[in-house]
T-cell receptor
Framework: QKEVEQDPGPLSVPEGAIVSLNCTYS??????FMWYRQYSRKGPELLMY????GNKEDGRFTAQVDKSSKYISLFIRDSQPSDSATYLC?????????FGAGTRLTVKP | EAQVTQNPRYLITVTGKKLTVTCSQN?????MSWYRQDPGLGLRQIYY???????DKGDVPEGYKVSRKEKRNFPLILESPSPNQTSLYFC?????????????FGQGTRLTVV
């Protein structure tokens, strides 16, 4: 079993839709949870970072962590074509960082 | 401009021919790491370095070497490349660790070994 499971998609939504991206992880030792966004032919960039269960909001983006279920989510409200990218979840403890496979999202105008 | 610079961006080489991919950061970050990205597998860590002269293996270190002689540079060395090392490679740096909100990735190096 992989440390982090993420549905690779692809996911295609119309502009303005609410997008839900999800990951599950297997090891409860992981303490920090991140979402990265990767545009085509670019390196990943950190989008959201949290270390506790609950929600963290940043503009149109909300990261949600449920440690009891080992489940993390990223919600994008009012999605825009510029949100089209691959989204990778990541979990970390100490220097050990694991990434999900990434979900490719396309937001159609 | 704060950045992580990798070179080359694209490389095609033959099996067994030693190569080095350079990585340099201008942010005085202590932590640097190398990842490879393969379809369906996401990013997997190859090696990381917490500081100068301190390196450690990640998930997939076989066939790779690294060195950290100075803070800004963290080259990735493939002594004898093989076709299964064909991948997209990323170097990353952050002030103190991989979950740091100041994490930066390079643009990537697409390596093909034939």
């Amino acid at each position: 079993q992989k440390e982090v499971e993420q549905d690779p998609g692809p996911l295609s939504v119309p502009e303005g839709a609410i997008v839900s991206l999800n990951c599950t992880y297997s090891n409860s030792a992981f303490q920090y949870f991140m979402w990265y966004r990767q545009y085509s032919r670019k390196g990943p960039e950190l989008l959201m970072y949290t270390y506790s269960s609950g929600n963290k909001e940043d503009g149109r983006f909300t990261a949600q962590v449920d440690k009891s279920s080992k489940y993390i989510s990223l919600f994008i409200r009012d999605s825009q074509p510029s949100d089209s990218a691959t989204y990778l979840c990541a979990i970390q403890t100490g220097a050990d960082m694991r990434f999900g496979a990434g979900t490719r999202l396309t937001v159609k105008p | 401009e704060a950045q992580v610079t990798q070179n080359p961006r694209y490389l095609i080489t033959v099996t067994g021919k030693k190569l080095t991919v350079t990585c340099s950061q201008n942010m005085n970050h202590e932590y640097m790491s190398w990842y490879r990205q393969d379809p369906g597998l996401g990013l997997r860590q190859i090696y990381y370095s917490m500081n100068v002269e301190v390196t450690d293996k990640g998930d997939v270190p076989e066939g790779y070497k690294v060195s950290r002689k100075e803070k800004r540079n963290f080259p990735l060395i493939l002594e004898s490349p093989s076709p299964n090392q064909t991948s997209l490679y990323f170097c990353a740096s952050s002030l103190s660790g991989p979950g740091d909100t100041e994490a930066f990735f390079g643009q990537g190096t697409r390596l093909t070994v034939v």
